[in-house]
């Protein structure tokens, strides 16, 4: 007699844990989809007299779209994290959501500049929208340093202290953090009274650890999940389901 045995392969849900450390890791990997600006603003940011040149218009819609993602992306990731790293201290990581959401308004407001300056290339305001046009470009400059800049700075103070003294990742990790947000402020003092460009290589230098530390967390995040903790035991219970 021939016994027909099938075994079912149950697949293991994953846990509200994992699910939000890839949501988190995935948005935080998703900030750096702005990069290109560096390249699609050039002209706008560089040329003083952009209103009356032939440059085209759609490199400054396409990075406008790029920053709201990095806005939206930025307050998803306190968000997704916060219901973890509360438990850990509510008050700073209330703090980190408001300061995420400061950054993101800071972004939409110097994308909302540059595209008044296509507004008015398009409207052909011709030699008379020139101070208009520049002083735009001026605001667009000071909201990035603010927003893009000094906040991420505050972000790392935050969520790195956070996560060093929760160990829900490796402690190196926000360590990178909170040692590159000191060096960040430096440079955006140093931009502040001139003792160098904001776009520059000792910006760009002092901006490193902070890119590194952000980068390397989605990362770690989005593959590994975060790290068995005394402040997710209790969540991990709750979420424990029978197999049967």
């Not at 697949?11 to 844990?17: A, G, H, K, Y």
């Not at 208009?132 to 790392?156: E, I, M, R």
């Not at 909170?178 to 402020?185: K, N, Y």
């Not at 460009?197 to 530390?213: E, K, R, T, Y």
Request: glycine share 10%; hydrophobic share 50%; charged share 10%.
């Amino acid at each position: 007699m021939t016994t027909n045995r099938t075994t079912a392969t149950r697949r293991v849900p994953m846990d509200s844990l994992r699910k939000t450390a890839l949501v988190a890791g995935a948005l935080y990997i998703l900030t750096f989809v702005s990069i290109p600006i560096l390249v699609l603003y050039g002209p706008v940011r560089n040329d003083p007299n952009f209103m009356l040149s032939a440059a085209p218009n759609t490199p400054i819609l396409i990075g406008g779209v790029l920053e709201i993602i990095v806005a939206l992306a930025g307050i998803g990731t306190a968000v997704a994290l916060y219901p973890v790293v509360k438990r850990q201290n509510e008050g700073v990581a209330l703090g980190f959501v408001g300061s995420r959401v400061l950054e993101a308004a800071t972004i939409v407001a110097g994308v909302v500049s540059l595209l008044s300056v296509v507004t008015l290339r398009q409207a052909g305001v011709g030699a008379g929208g020139l101070v208009t046009g520049q002083a735009l470009v001026a605001q667009y400059n000071w909201s990035f340093h603010l927003g893009q800049s000094l906040l991420p700075a505050v972000n790392a103070l935050l969520l790195g202290s956070l996560l060093y003294r929760s160990r829900l990742v490796p402690r190196v990790l926000p360590l990178v953090g909170l040692i590159g947000a000191p060096l960040l402020l430096i440079s955006d003092a140093a931009v502040l009274f001139g003792l160098w460009p904001q776009v520059s290589g000792l910006s760009g230098l002092f901006a490193l650890p902070i890119a590194l530390w952000e980068f390397s967390l989605g990362v770690y995040l989005v593959v590994k999940g975060f790290k068995p903790s005394p402040i997710t035991a209790g969540m991990v219970a709750g979420d424990t389901r029978p197999a049967y």
